[in-house]
C-alpha cells in the first residue's frame, strides 16, 4: 500500500513521526501531499523528524497524487485527510480516501488536543516592515 497523508492531517495528529513510523509497518510507501509551498511541508517534516518517501513538491493535491501512483506501483493507494473535499480529489485520481478520524481510531493513533501555532516563515507578511 502507498499511504498519503494530506498536510493539515498530519498537523492534527499529536505525534506525526510515531505514526509515520507505525504506519512503515504496514504499508511499503508513505509520504506527505499538500497544496501548499514545498518548503512549509519540509519544514513541518524536519521539526517533526518524519522521514517521507514522497511530498507534493511544487505540485498541488491532485497532481502530486496522480505522480506518486506512477512512480508507486503497489496495490492500493490511500489519502488520509481531514478534508472532507480531498475526498472528491481522492476519487478523481483513483485513490481511496479514508478521513482522518477514521484512521487515528483503526491505527490507535492520537490526535493533537491543540492546533499547532502558526509558522511565522508560512506568512508573506512581514510585521517588522515601518
Known sequence: ???AFELEALRALADPNSVFNDARQ?????GVVSEKPTYVV???????RVRQDFFSGPRGVEASLENVKQQFETARHVLVSNDQTDADVAESVDWEFLPLDNAASAAGWELAEATETDDPFESNERDDWP
Open 1 to 3: 500500500m502507498t499511504l
Open 26 to 30: 504496514w504499508t511499503e510507501y508513505v
Open 42 to 48: 519540509t519544514n513541518f517534516t524536519r521539526k517533526h
